[in-house]
């Protein structure tokens, strides 16, 4: 049973007025239903307010998270790790040519993780770069976006400029080889032919299948590497005889830098690039300490004590030795040896 509320006396459900007091009942449901309406709307706003907030909290924190974990630069690092690290098949993932054509695989990629070896400190340049501006100072790479998180934070990977060296010889139908792998055959004595899309690093290109031979180590590595010459003619390649002499002097013309001409000795020591590991490691420290540049130097290592290496540089060209020196592999220290004094000394003694 109702009442009215404003006699209170008993009314019925259906009523319109109160038959006591005539108080209109029909406008006081109104104003109660319109009170409880107004309620749930200030509820629902409260409760979509909270809401919004525990999202906007959640979000905040798995952006720090991300940013952090699997940020900008937490992925430079990673990706740069797998060029130190040795890991060429997840480096080639990580990347983006500038020249389609040149399929990103774990054999392309390799002349970049050998240069590296006897540079050391590109990477840690490269990576520094990367984080701080977006490109390396050599224009070589470059961060670029590649998707999306979850549909909010962006992946990355980095866009490589591709290397189109021109080569030269004066060897016709000879062929010019890459890293072992051929490239094209000289159709005549005036040849130039623009290659690639070579991936960044060392090279030693090789001209073959005549007597005259010839091969250059180039590090392909820089903006203004991208089209460099590379020299592969021979000063005997004009001319022809059986002289068993001259025959045996043209065969040993090999292992010659870029525009330098053939030499005619066997080399005393290897390319920079044939040594690895610890011996790699020597010979890196050795040009960084004496500013060597290693495609035009061939070494010999071995071990003069234990954790010290001992290098001996030779000039690629004239094979005249270039001095000697040792790595101490526990200290990080270089010395040369001082031919006046009988000892090995660092730059600072």
């Known amino acids: 049973m109702q009442t009215c509320p404003h006699c209170h006396q008993p009314v019925r459900a259906d009523s319109r007025y109160c038959e006591h007091c005539g108080y209109d009942l029909q406008a006081r449901r109104h104003v109660q239903s319109a009170h409880r309406s107004h309620r749930s709307r200030w509820f629902s706003r409260i409760l979509i307010g909270l809401l919004g907030l525990a999202l906007l909290v959640v979000l905040g924190f798995a952006g720090v998270f991300y940013h952090r974990q699997a940020g900008r630069t937490k992925q430079i690092t990673t990706i740069t790790d797998t060029i130190t690290d040795d890991q060429p098949a997840d480096f080639a993932r990580s990347l983006i040519s500038d020249d ?37 100072r050599d224009q070589t790479f470059k961060v670029v976006t590649s998707g999306h998180a979850f549909g909010i934070f962006p992946r990355y990977k980095l866009r490589v400029t591709t290397m189109h060296p021109r080569l030269q010889t004066n060897v016709a139908d000879a062929t010019i080889l890459a890293n072992g792998a ?12 623009t290659a690639g899309p070579f991936f960044p690093g060392h090279y030693v290109f090789k001209l073959t299948g005549s007597r005259n031979t010839k091969h250059t180590a180039v590090n392909l590595i820089a903006q203004n590497d991208r089209h460099r010459d590379v020299d592969l003619t021979t000063q005997t390649a004009a001319t022809t005889t059986t002289d068993s002499a001259t025959t045996a002097t043209t065969a040993s013309s090999t292992t010659t830098p870029a525009s330098k001409t053939t030499s005619s000795h066997e080399q005393t020591g290897q390319d920079a690039a044939s040594f690895s590991g610890r011996d790699a490691d020597a010979i890196a420290a050795v040009n960084d300490q004496y500013n060597f540049d290693d495609s035009d130097e061939t070494y010999t290592v071995h071990e003069a004590h234990p954790d010290v290496l001992e290098v001996r540089a030779y000039d690629w060209v004239t094979n005249d030795p270039d001095g000697v020196y040792r790595y101490d592999t526990i200290h990080d220290i270089v010395s040369s040896y001082n031919p006046q004094t009988g000892k090995f000394e660092t730059p600072d003694d």
Do not use: C, E
């Open 100 to 136: 389609p054509s040149l399929k990103l695989t774990s054999d392309t990629v390799q002349p970049l993780l050998t240069y590296v070896r006897t540079h050391p400190s590109y990477v840690k340049t490269m990576r520094h770069d990367l984080v701080t501006n977006g490109t390396t």
């Open 182 to 193: 051929p490239v094209i055959t000289a159709k005549n004595r005036h040849f130039s032919y």
